[in-house]
């Protein structure tokens, strides 16, 4: 239970860097055909928070080990990512280097999974979803970054 109150707690605090955000700048943004509308964003995450929770805990509840600890520290570093993406993106209007950010993210969720899946594949297959809506994400931050030199 705590790893996904942590999961979606702590992914709930980047709305702080985007709510203030998407009433203005963000809707001043030029986007592609394909944007969703700004109401999906939050189920969506909510979910993905959730899925991220469960695999979190699937490996941490595993005796400790270096495979484990590799792991734990690679789903760190991409949670990290992930919040700093809403501060770069939203907060400080950024796109290019919250792009760039995503990038790095995308490959720390992919080595996340990897790692993962020598411990659980069903903690590895939780985040596909999330590494699917990451993809999409960043080819969105790049077409909204396109748009909008």
Do not use: D
């Not at 792009?99 to 985040?127: G, H, Y």
């Amino acid at each position: 239970m705590l790893s996904v109150l942590f999961t979606v707690g702590t992914g709930s605090l980047g709305g702080i860097f985007t709510i203030s955000e998407i009433p203005e700048w963000y809707a001043g943004l030029q986007k592609p055909s394909f944007n969703p509308p700004n109401w999906l964003f939050g189920p969506v995450w909510s979910m993905l928070y959730l899925l991220m929770g469960i695999s979190f805990y699937l490996v941490w509840k595993q005796p400790v080990s270096a495979v484990r600890n590799v792991g734990l520290t690679l789903f760190v570093i991409q949670f990290i990512l992930n919040f700093c993406w809403s501060i770069l993106f939203f907060n400080q209007h950024l796109i290019a280097a919250a792009l760039l950010e995503m990038v790095f993210m995308w490959i720390f969720i992919l080595l996340t999974m990897i790692w993962f899946a020598r411990i659980s594949r069903t903690a590895a297959w939780l985040l596909l979803p999330y590494l699917g809506w990451v993809s999409f994400a960043t080819v969105l931050t790049a077409a909204i970054w396109k748009l909008n030199p």
